[in-house]
């Protein structure tokens, strides 16, 4: 009776706590579900893989590798077992985690709309932030004097992230203004990726340490670290007292001196932000000085009580494979498929993928004045050069007008649309950034500040060749073979 009883409570009580676990197989979706819907399969995806992109990726799957290693120590044929054993685990550790978005973009709202911002806010999970001032600063004539002041000013606290920290001029200038401050009782924390910043030198590294100033390196190559040696910070944070702070694409060293007038001085950008937009820059540091150093940043000198200094509302993005997904890529996706009038992109290394590509022929197709600048001649990266060249063809065929600029190395990051919408930061337009690097972005809307930016695009076109489609079916032999060579690595460039 009692059996009997239990056994009814359970019949009729599904949400009733069972004593025993129902078995897996019962757990499993109905058959008709374990598949999507019919909706979700007659969408169409944004970017559809070539074969020969197929194929090239297939080169960069671990298994196959691993597969073809375990069958050669099988028969004691090592020399293949060795070497396939080795590209199989730099396949696994190359691998990129975080695919591009292929469906859902395709809007009906336009950037000038309460829409664009909520839903740029809500997909990367990074509000905008009232009560900024932002300036734009061009060129090391401009933001190496500013930084180096606000270093000068600094009372409780300066944090520098850093990709690029090189000896030299430069270099020397910053680190005898940061042992200064640091002699003088501020609290001064410089985090350093180990790679990026390999050559500093003793001499600069001897004037931080002894002035005080704590230095840590960001994922240092060692044994035990080697599944995660693909992750750099590409960041260029420097932020003072917690209240103002620059970014961008300059790291420190003395080829961004100068105003971009040949080819030692490099071609860059900075912005100056002031307000609470500041925070998350702050917060980026600190996290990744934690997982560094162990050491948890708090208090008043890092996170001030920040009131209002201007009249721009900012969004600061803080991307990292950390989070499975580049909140960078999902901001340049959206305010391309959002564009109404215009999209401007200056970038050194533009590598779109399939997705982006996509993306920017129908953004064109819908009547949009879409440019891309990137460096040309002087670009410093063999790899990023041949691999933007070879994806030129889908975009001028489509009617978009790619320049190169070949005065000097053009290096910042930076977009703006439709006169109203712009970001500038330090995510270059490619997989390495997108899936690999920790970087930032500022993004303001704001009428001014985007024409100002604009105009600035339109003053380096004046230096810049424009590609055509004939001359670039024209290129020869040569270059045809290197962007061949190169395309193998295009998900590391």
Same mark, same amino acid.
């Given at each position: ?15 009733? #706590?069972?004593?025993? #676990? ?88 336009? *950037? ?31 933001? &190496? ?40 009782? *501020? ?45 750099? +910070? ?28 040949? #080819? ?37 000198? &890092?996170? #001030? ?99 190169? &600029? ?74 045809? +073979? ?12």
């Amino acid at each position: 009776m009692v059996k009997q009883r239990r056994r009814m409570l359970q019949t009729a009580d599904p949400l009733r #706590p069972r004593s025993r #676990p129902v078995s897996w197989a019962r757990r499993q979706p109905t058959r008709g579900w374990r598949h999507p819907s019919a909706q979700v399969r007659a969408r169409v995806p944004k970017g559809a893989l070539t074969v020969g992109t197929r194929l090239r990726r297939l080169l960069w799957w671990w298994w196959p590798w691993a597969l073809i290693s375990i069958w050669a120590v099988i028969y004691d044929n090592w020399i293949w077992a060795i070497s396939t054993g080795v590209m199989a685990l730099l396949a696994y550790l190359t691998a990129i985690a975080a695919p591009p978005p292929r469906y859902g973009l395709s809007h009906e709202f336009e *950037v000038e709309s309460e829409e664009f911002l909520n839903t740029i806010a809500g997909a990367s999970s990074a509000p905008f932030l009232a009560g900024n001032s932002v300036e734009l600063l061009n060129n090391g004539d401009a933001f &190496y004097p500013r930084m180096l002041e606000a270093i000068e000013d600094a009372d409780v606290s300066i944090t520098i992230e850093a990709y690029i920290y090189w000896a030299g001029e430069i270099g020397l200038r910053f680190g005898r203004a940061l042992a200064e401050r640091a002699q003088a009782g *501020v609290t001064v924390k410089i985090l350093l990726d180990a790679i990026g910043s390999a050559s500093i030198g003793r001499e600069i590294l001897k004037t931080l340490e002894d002035g005080g100033c704590q230095v840590a390196w960001y994922n240092p190559i060692h044994w035990y670290t080697i599944g995660r040696f693909n992750n750099r +910070t590409h960041r260029k944070s420097l932020i003072v007292d917690g209240r103002i702070a620059f970014t961008g694409g300059a790291g420190i060293a003395d080829h961004w001196k100068g105003n971009a007038r040949g #080819p030692e001085e490099w071609r860059d950008m900075q912005v100056r932000l002031a307000g609470p937009a500041v925070i998350p820059l702050q917060a980026g540091f600190a996290h990744n000085w934690q997982k560094t150093t162990g050491e948890l940043l708090s208090g008043e000198i &890092y996170y #001030p009580s920040i009131g209002s200094t201007g009249r721009l509302s900012a969004q600061t993005l803080m991307s990292s494979p950390e989070s499975g997904g580049s909140t960078v890529r999902i901001m340049y996706y959206l305010s391309i498929v959002c564009a109404r009038r215009s999209i401007y992109i200056a970038n050194p290394y533009f590598i779109p993928d399939a997705v982006a590509i996509d993306t920017l022929i129908d953004a064109r197709k819908r009547g949009i004045d879409v440019r891309i600048m990137v460096s040309g001649d002087r670009n410093d990266n063999w790899l990023a050069r041949h691999n933007s060249r070879r994806l030129f063809g889908p975009l001028l065929k489509a009617g978009i007008q790619i320049f190169e &600029y070949d005065r000097t190395m053009l290096h910042h990051k930076t977009m703006v649309v439709d006169g109203v919408w712009l970001t500038i930061g330090t995510t270059n337009f490619d997989n390495r950034s997108f899936a690999h690097n920790e970087e930032s972005n500022v993004c303001v809307f704001d009428r001014a500040l985007a024409r100002e930016l604009e105009s600035i695009f339109l003053d380096d076109m004046a230096v810049c060749e424009r590609i055509e489609l004939g001359k670039w079916k024209q290129r020869g032999l040569w270059a045809r +073979t290197q962007e061949f060579l190169a395309s193998f690595l295009e998900e590391q460039a």
